[in-house]
């Protein structure tokens, strides 16, 4: 089976820009979870979605939401970009009753 | 304020020898941890997971312990390889079999294992 795909692998942006990053799951898993990798807060939990539902959502301001769609490919958008929005984005999926999760190769997003 | 705790930042270990990584959580409803493996630009790799209502996991080379009385767990890796060498994150999820979405990890200890 292949794995979590994630695109694009690296992004370079500008402050008060936005940006779409997209995930694909492992195929048969319908849950796809978002996290945010930074040095000081390490991984923190974005939001999850389950067949097109947010199901979950972290402490993360309202410039960050995400959406599924119904072959359970994911997306996360983050507006008004900010200096401190750059992390490793990574994506992670499961299937919807377990909790182990698969993680995705990540989005490197710097915010200049 | 830290629901799970990975108090040592790194660890060095010889070749051959057991490596023990220890983790610390405060939150009594997480029901399920798990322990991830993350290499410099790549996503965390699940390794192993255990349960609350189990106190001990193996899988080959790795096993987990858990206490829940003292809200810890370790995992062993016996013998620990150069190839172990890596970031290793503990993750904690509550609902019954940790059924939430949500994982909440640990800063994370960086394994050496030198040859």
């Known amino acids: 089976k292949a794995g979590v795909t994630q695109t694009p692998r690296y992004l370079i942006k500008t402050r008060g820009q936005q940006v779409t990053l997209s995930c694909s799951p492992i195929s048969g898993h319908r849950s796809v979870s978002w996290y945010q990798q930074t040095p000081g807060q390490g991984l923190q939990f974005l939001f999850e979605?389950?067949?097109?539902?947010?199901?979950n959502k972290g402490n993360f301001p309202g410039r960050f939401s995400g959406r599924q769609f119904s072959n359970s490919r994911s997306e996360m958008n983050v507006s008004t970009l900010e200096l401190g929005d750059s992390a490793l984005y990574l994506c992670?999926?499961?299937?919807?009753?377990?909790?182990?999760?698969?993680f995705g190769p990540g989005t490197r997003l710097t915010v200049t | 304020d830290q629901q799970v705790k990975q108090n040592s930042p790194s660890l060095s270990v010889q070749e051959g020898r057991i490596s023990i990584l220890n983790c610390d959580y405060t939150n009594s409803m997480f029901d399920y941890f798990l322990w991830y493996k993350k290499y410099p630009a790549e996503g965390p790799t699940f390794l192993i997971s255990i349960s609350s209502i189990k106190d001990k996991n193996e899988d080959g080379r790795f096993t987990v312990f858990l206490n829940k009385s003292a809200k810890h767990l370790s995992l062993h890796i016996v013998p620990s390889q150069p190839g172990d060498s890596a970031v290793y994150f503990c993750?904690?999820?509550?609902?019954?079999?940790?059924?939430?979405?949500?994982?909440?990890f640990g800063k994370g200890t960086k394994l050496s294992v030198k040859p």
């Open positions: 992670a999926s499961r299937t919807g009753g377990l909790a182990e999760q698969y």
């Open positions: 979605y389950f067949s097109e539902t947010q199901r």
């Open positions: 993750a904690a999820s509550e609902g019954l079999g940790g059924s939430q979405g949500n994982l909440i």
